[in-house]
């Protein structure tokens, strides 16, 4: 895969645009089903420039944390389940197996990788690692840091717990603006895979912050997660026309259970629970990743989907596509249970 692309234009300040807009359907073992929709657009100064697109050119930087993220639970007593749609009309929801047609950039496996719980004994419990850049997993999510270094000198730190030398905060609106996390310098380019990996860390460090158990990694969802952000951007415009799908439908009508069903996750016959979350980033370059995940953090039902009791696996899918000139990352988390 490639690198995250950082767009350099002529001037010091970019005009920086982010979209948060969710609606949500989650049944908790009932008909109980609460629904919302929220959407927020800002406007701040971003520090980071670079190629020309022209000297009088503004560019646009947006993050779009759309979807209704979709989270279902099957029970005993509820054998159909229902989604709500943005119209607030309850349809029902066919279980049925659509085959994924999205093609990959990298090989597709099944195959789990090998996943070290985090420890506290002082060393790094995972490194990843970018051409001259490591990134290296510290502590236990409870305790959690990643460092980048370049030829052994730190270029990053991003920590959960030790914030009192970080430059930039991350807050959660939905928890009283509580600090989660904090960050120093400037994060390096990464690819998709370890894109995703990083992902699927700052996951359960943020559940581990709400006493909440760590998920375990899945390639089946992960592959269900990276064929729709691979649809996503290669049909952006021609098949979705240049937004998120508030349903999570692909472009030929596959829901979400049918995608991870196709994914071979599980079937219509053995699920438990499964939700997903969706978004996309524009012109954020390097940053992308911690850019997206703050996203959802600060989306309500996003963030119900990451701290969901109700899912014990994770996949995430990452995937870059350039479109009419703009620097996009498509990224989704793909939550599942079988029975």
């Known amino acids: 895969m490639g690198k995250f692309i950082k767009q350099i234009v002529a001037f010091p300040l970019l005009f920086a645009v982010c979209i948060f807009f969710s609606a949500c359907e989650y049944t908790d073992g009932g008909d109980n089903t609460a629904t919302a929709r929220l959407s927020r657009t800002t406007a701040t100064k971003a520090k980071t420039t670079v190629t020309a697109i022209t000297p009088t050119t503004e560019t646009k930087t947006e993050t779009v944390i759309d979807t209704p993220t979709v ?22 929801t066919k279980k049925t197996t659509t085959k994924t047609t999205a093609k990959t950039t990298e090989p597709k ?24 850049i490591t990134t290296s997993f510290y502590g236990t999510y409870n305790s959690f840091d990643f460092v980048q270094t370049k030829n052994g000198i730190v270029t990053f730190s991003y920590s959960n717990h030790n914030l009192s030398d970080k430059n930039k905060i991350f807050k959660d609106k939905n928890d009283n603006l509580r600090k989660y996390a904090g960050s120093t310098g400037e994060i390096a380019a990464m690819s998709a895979r370890n894109g995703e990996r990083l992902l699927f860390e700052m996951t359960n460090a943020f559940r581990a912050q709400k006493g909440l158990a760590a998920l375990k990694w899945n390639e089946y969802l992960a592959n269900a997660a990276r ?9 952006w415009n021609s098949g979705y026309g240049g937004k998120l799908p508030p349903d999570h439908n692909r472009r030929d009508g596959a829901d979400v259970m049918s995608r991870i069903v196709a994914s071979g996750y599980f079937t219509t016959k053995n699920w438990r629970a499964y939700a997903e979350n969706i978004g996309y980033t524009m012109n954020y370059g390097d940053e992308s990743p911690l ?46 249970a079988k029975a």
Request: net charge negative; with cysteine; charged share 20%.
């Open 227 to 235: 064929d729709f952000c691979v649809d996503l951007g290669d049909y």
């Open 109 to 132: 496996t099944t195959e789990q990788p090998q996943i070290v719980a985090p420890s506290d004994n002082g060393a790094p419990y995972l490194k990843l690692t970018d051409g001259k």
């Open 71 to 92: 989270s279902r639970t099957e029970t005993e007593t509820n054998a159909v389940t229902t989604q709500e749609n943005d119209s607030n009309n309850t349809v029902t």
């Open 291 to 336: 850019t997206m995940f703050d996203g959802w953090i600060n989306s309500a039902h996003h963030r119900d989907n990451i701290l969901s009791t109700k899912v014990v696996e994770l996949g995430v899918g990452l995937y870059e596509k350039q479109i009419d000139g703009a620097a996009y990352l498509f990224g989704a988390q793909d939550f599942g």
